[in-house]
């Protein structure tokens, strides 16, 4: 008897299929930073047509913005500081969650994060005080910060004692970590007066927290182990 083998040749993969989503998330954003630099330099104008001002969004204006704003960036300490988090935040919530899923997690949360902004600006932003807190809505905001903050949602209720590094320095509980920035961060910009999107933040955080108690709900066995194996 004669075994036939039929030999099928091997698919090649080019340099950019062996990407993952967020390593596709990050490049996307930095290519959009080198495109608004470049934009920016030719015309400061223009910064309307990557950032979100809630007045332009609710008067039907650049609708488009409350996607393309979060991936958008303008200083380089600002997409540096969002990127190294996202390479390492992301990287490890889509490892849970699977590409597909992780997509569609991190572009909703980014969404809801931009609306909450809108929302709160809209309607608190109208005083000395309140365009501190919740910003004013005026102001054009941008960043992946608010998608980034609704990973760290997840993980918060999915493994809420893991250890992380706080400013890249001080180690602590993932829930202690949260606490601490979105307080820090909400103090800097009321006292110091840093542009930060506070609200956006929040939006992205309580957006992580509710698909967590899903997940968690869903998948008590695969979130205790994720517990066992990371607190």
Known sequence: MVWVYRVYPRKKKNFFGGFSVNT???????????????????????????????????????????????FAHIYFW??????????????????????????CFYLISGILASLFFILLSVFFGNSEWG???????????????????GLAGLITILIPRMKVLAFFIIPMPMWTAMVLFLGFFWVLSAFAGLP???????????????????????????THMLNRHFS
């Open 24 to 70: 596709w998330i990050i490049l996307v954003n930095v290519f959009l930073w080198f495109i608004i630099l470049i934009t920016l330099s030719i015309n400061s104008d223009s910064i309307k047509y990557f950032a979100l001002q809630p007045t332009a969004f609710i008067s039907g204006q650049y609708l488009w913005t409350i996607l393309i704003s979060m």
């Open 78 to 103: 600002h997409i540096f500081a969002n990127m190294i988090t996202l390479a390492f935040v992301g990287g490890f919530v889509q490892k849970i969650l699977g590409q597909k899923r992780y997509l």
């Open 131 to 149: 365009i501190k807190i919740f910003g004013s809505p005026e102001i054009f905001a941008l960043g992946a910060s608010g998608a980034i903050f």
């Open 196 to 222: 930060i999107g506070n609200s956006a933040h929040l939006g992205g955080f309580l957006t992580g927290i509710v698909y967590g108690l899903y997940l968690r709900n869903k998948f008590p066995k695969k």
